[in-house]
Nanobody, 124 residues
Framework: QVQLVESGGGSVQAGGSLRLSCTAS???????????MAWFRQAPGEERERVAH???????MYPDSVKGRFTISRDNAKNTLYLQMNSLKPEDTAMYYC???????????????WGQGTQVTVSS
């Protein structure tokens, strides 16, 4: 069945950059390219926050907390989702997850497949 695997997390100093990757398996090219994909993060004791999503047309969304610093992108030929994170702050420290929407061709907001997560730690 479909699975997502994140990579690229690690420890960086404030002001630094990281690029996270999420590689999907079990999708055909046409199925993957039709999916709305997202990155979420969650710190201990805090609510999960969606930090970016991207649809099949490559339209994107960012909350104010990361806008101007994070960029979501996708390479459908590689079944891979990316999150470029620049100007990192200590408050960005969290476990980061990628997720795929259950729908085909549009963003329903119901996330049916999740990766295992990758830790991002930003020190001051």
């Amino acid at each position: 069945q479909v699975q997502l695997v994140e990579s690229g997390g690690g420890s960086v100093q404030a002001g630094g950059s990281l690029r996270l990757s999420c590689t999907a398996s079990g999708y055909s090219y046409s199925s993957y390219s039709s999916k709305c994909m997202a990155w979420f993060r969650q710190a201990p004791g805090e609510e999960r926050e969606r930090v970016a999503h991207i649809d099949k047309n490559r339209s994107t969304m960012y909350p104010d907390s990361v806008k101007g610093r994070f960029t979501i992108s996708r390479d459908n030929a590689k079944n891979t989702l990316y999150l470029q994170m620049n100007s990192l702050k200590p408050e960005d420290t969290a476990m980061y997850y990628c997720a795929a929407d259950r729908a085909n061709g549009y963003c329903s907001g119901s996330w049916s497949v999740w990766g295992q997560g990758t830790q991002v730690t930003v020190s001051s």
